[in-house]
């Protein structure tokens, strides 16, 4: 299908069009919400040019080229019109007229009537437009340009078609073949967890044990037995052997997760075994390792008033993979938000629910709604807060979506831009926070460590340690067994509410249910 801003004339790059680049930059349209829902996700390159002739949107072109499997097709919604926008540009500033008549449009926060002009900085962070009340787009400059047929990553855990998840997918991929140690590193929420496993499924330690340690939550003096593990009678109460970490992944891989807040003292032991490959259990004799070890963290490890020793640093970091925030790849926000939709749904087992999830089309309006309320946010929290979204959600919805009291607030926050690794502002200190207000925040956050250091604007590291210390709180793993069967009997195997008694967090719980292979719902 010819578009409208074919011509025998070669086009201006975009370079050219919005200013200096240190990289070639393309406009790209990105369905974020679409009633068929296979249609999320694809794109089409914004042409700009110079001339009395400019780039038109409408019901039939130009098309999107979505995966092998979709033909480029326009987005053919009856509310939208043949002719809806259309696309200039004057200096650097890109202007956005929609026709006479047309169907409506909301660019942004603002609802379109005439035309709207859009510089440079604010295409490079995206924009979200709504036709009429069924499609949501996401307009942004990105590095490259996109391929005419995206490769299909329905079977990849790591979802998203933006040019920053091809990146990183391609590093998964360059890092698995090798057997290095690999640091990843990025804004908490991230996934850093999701692309640690990619890189252990993908290497040749796939039919090894992957074992995945929280750092923070280890006690600085029961470290050198968990990590390392402990002979029979080694000290008080160790009446048999016990496996570390370290043996535990032996063949495999171990995720050091929260790396960056491990204890001072704890960091000659990590080194010793990184460098050597030998591990000494607690009254035991040395022995040979064979374990990848994969860490992760959203802290500084370099700079002033870091206490991370650079050796550590440089040995956990052979292979370095960092991931960019949420909003630095706002158009990957449709695909992930309609697959934590229909996630949330099945574990929830609303079967109500599901089958508005799986189909779009009901409630058109509503959802189209959503999902331009979702790619206005921020992410303060990345995915992982995406993922809480997407829970409540489906708590408070029966058929059509509802957000509650809570979400809507939050979702019409006006959110300052997230801070990369490096350059992100001070945190707070712990100590600097007292005990009425950090009660308040566990109280109003259901004890999840995240929620809690977000809200207080401390690391989630620091909230670890401020339950280990406090004679009030405790971890879901400090609970013993009688403890929690006993509970679990009372509560007729409801793990909300067992949480809720024992004033820990559900997700934490439920992990450790697994574990201990108790039963819970």
Known sequence: MMRPADTDLTLPSIIAALGAAPARLDLVLTIIFHADTARIGHKTLVPLQTGDVPWVLGRYSPEFNGTYDHAPAGLDDAHVSRRALQFSYQGQRLTIRRFDSASRCRVGPTELYSSVELRRDTLLEGVPLML???????????KRSITKNQTSHDSDPLRGNSVCMDDIRE???????????VLIRGETGTGKELVATAIH??????????????????????AASALFGSTRGAFTGADKASPGYFE?????????????????????????????????????????????????????????????????????????????????????????????????????????LLPHVQSLARDIAAWAILFFRFVSYRWPGNVRELVNFTQQIVLASETTPILNANLQLTLLKKNTKASSVEGRPPRRKIQDIDDDTFDQAMVSNGSEALRVALQLGVSRGAVYRRIKMSPRYRLATDISLDELQRVLTQRGGDSVAVAKQLQVSVNSLRCHLRNLRLFYH
Request: proline share 5%; net charge negative; hydrophobic share 45%.
């Open 132 to 142: 009429g009340h069924s499609i949501v787009l996401m307009l942004r400059l990105t």
């Open 171 to 181: 590093q998964v991929a360059r890092t698995a073949k090798s057997d290095l140690d």
């Open 201 to 222: 499924q993908a290497s040749g330690r796939a039919d090894g044990p992957m074992v995945c340690v929280n750092m923070a939550a280890i006690p600085n003096e029961l």
């Open 248 to 352: 535990q992944a032996q063949g495999g891989s171990l995720f050091l997760d929260e790396i960056g807040d491990v204890a001072l003292e704890v960091q000659p032991l990590l080194l010793r075994v990184l460098e050597q490959r030998e591990i000494q259990a607690v009254g035991g004799p040395i022995r040979r390792v064979d374990v990848r070890v994969i860490s992760a963290t959203d802290a500084a490890l370099e700079g002033e008033g870091c206490h991370f020793k650079a050796a550590l640093r440089h040995r956990l970091g052979a292979c370095e993979i960092v991931l960019p925030p949420l909003h630095e790849h706002p158009e990957d926000i449709g695909e992930l938000l309609l697959h934590f939709l229909q996630r949330s749904a099945a574990e929830a087992e609303r079967t109500e």
